[in-house]
Every structure is written in structure tokens, then in C-alpha cells.
């Protein structure tokens, strides 16, 4: 596969639920972020990796817990979320933090 | 946080017109991203440019760091043209951070 990848690409859960959203990056970058995009809203930064290390926390709540194992490897792990959490979740990743932006299809997610 | 502002929100017209987006943020910054986004969500990265102007194809981009503005053009634009603009900013203006996004222009272009 090339590019950015992201499973699952649609999401149910229930609010008790733990799940958790998988981006891969085949493109050898160094940076990778996670963006939230509600209905009617603007795309919103969450997270922000580099070389494996956080380098950004958009004030996010506690129930989504990010992971970056490896450079090529980020997860967004969900956990007691609430409805206002349906939104699409989308990955990306750039060569150094300040590159251009790819990103993969987003994971759409319904908290019911 | 630089804060980004897109217009027009909604944009309609006919094929083949001359189409013009704009975009300002408020903190200076290192490049301006200009994104494309297709019904389903996926995204697209059109621009990353920091000065002057940058074409591909039928897009044109253009940037005055001075007056933190950017203009968007499409030239003989064309019905699979219609998507979301979007308009991004580093979040902090040149921070190790990632983009914070307009709202984006709805693009629709009839035949």
C-alpha cells in the first residue's frame, strides 16, 4: 500500500466501548498528527508526533489517548466517548513537522 | 492560535468561469497550506507555499506575507472541480505544531 492508510474507515460504538483507530504512513515521514472534522465544523488539530515524541496536546480530552509506537505507526485510542464525538478522524503525516501534509481517508466514527 | 478566515463560504458557477477563493490568518507564518477535500472526506494538498505565487495545471495560488493574505484562482474551471477549499496555517504561525484550518468554500461549478 502507499500513501496513508487508516482503519477501521467507519466506527460504531457504544459510549461504555474502548476502541481504537489505526493510521499507518508509508512515505518514510517524520511527523504525523491526528485532525478531528465535525459536522458543519472546521478541521481541528488533536495531536501532533514527532519522531515518535508528542509534540502537541489541542487541549483534548482524556477519553482519546494517543500512541505513536514507530514513525510510520500512530493511534487514536477511544475510550467512555460522548455523541458530540461522532466526527470524522483524520490522520496525516509530513516529511518534518512544518512540510506539507498528507493525509489518509479518515475513520468515520458514530458514538451512540 | 492563528486564527484563519475563508471566503466565500459557498461558491457557484458555471463552467469554464475564472474562480477566486481567499484566505487571511491573523499570525505570521512560515507557509500557507491550500487543501482540497472531495465528498467522503478525503483531503488533498494542493499549495504549500510561503511567497509568491505557485501553479499547477489550472490552480494558482498566490501569497502576500505582508498583508497575511492568499488567493486561490482556477482557471477554466471545470464540473470535477466542484469540492471544499480549505485553507490552513500553522497552528502557531511557526511552532513545531500541526495546521489550524478555515472553514473552508464549497465549490460547486455547473456544466
Known amino acids: 500500500e502507499t500513501g496513508v492508510t487508516q482503519t477501521p474507515r467507519h466506527l460504531v460504538m457504544g459510549m461504555t466501548n474502548k476502541k481504537s483507530l489505526k493510521c499507518e504512513q508509508h512515505?518514510?515521514?517524520?511527523?504525523m498528527y491526528w485532525y478531528k472534522q465535525s459536522a458543519k465544523k472546521p478541521l481541528e488539530l488533536m495531536f501532533v508526533?514527532?519522531?515518535?515524541?508528542?509534540?502537541e496536546n489541542n487541549s483534548v480530552p482524556s477519553r482519546f489517548s494517543p500512541e505513536c509506537p514507530n514513525s510510520s505507526h500512530l493511534f487514536l485510542h477511544l475510550h467512555t466517548l460522548q455523541p458530540e464525538d461522532s466526527a470524522l478522524y483524520l490522520c496525516?503525516?509530513?516529511?518534518?513537522?512544518?512540510?506539507?501534509?498528507?493525509f489518509g481517508p479518515g475513520t468515520r466514527l458514530t458514538v451512540t | 492560535k492563528n486564527e484563519v478566515e475563508q471566503s466565500p463560504q459557498n461558491l457557484t458557477a458555471q463552467e469554464g468561469e475564472f474562480i477566486t477563493i481567499n484566505c487571511s490568518y491573523s499570525?505570521?507564518?512560515?507557509?500557507l497550506h491550500w487543501l482540497q477535500q472531495h465528498p467522503g472526506g478525503g483531503i488533498v494538498s494542493l499549495f504549500m507555499?510561503?511567497?509568491g505565487k505557485k501553479k499547477h495545471g489550472r490552480l494558482i495560488a498566490t501569497i502576500n506575507i505582508q498583508e497575511k493574505h492568499s488567493s486561490l484562482h482556477i482557471t477554466a474551471s471545470h464540473p470535477r472541480d466542484s469540492a471544499v477549499y480549505i485553507c490552513?496555517?500553522?497552528?502557531?504561525?511557526?511552532?513545531?505544531?500541526?495546521?489550524?484550518f478555515g472553514k473552508g468554500t464549497h465549490l460547486i461549478i455547473q456544466p
Open positions: 496525516a503525516s509530513s516529511q518534518f513537522i512544518q512540510g506539507e501534509q498528507y
Open positions: 512515505l518514510g515521514h517524520n511527523a
Open positions: 508526533y514527532s519522531l515518535e515524541e508528542r509534540v
Open positions: 499570525v505570521g507564518i512560515s507557509a
Open positions: 507555499l510561503s511567497s
Open positions: 490552513a496555517a500553522p497552528y502557531s504561525g511557526g511552532g513545531a505544531d500541526g495546521l489550524t
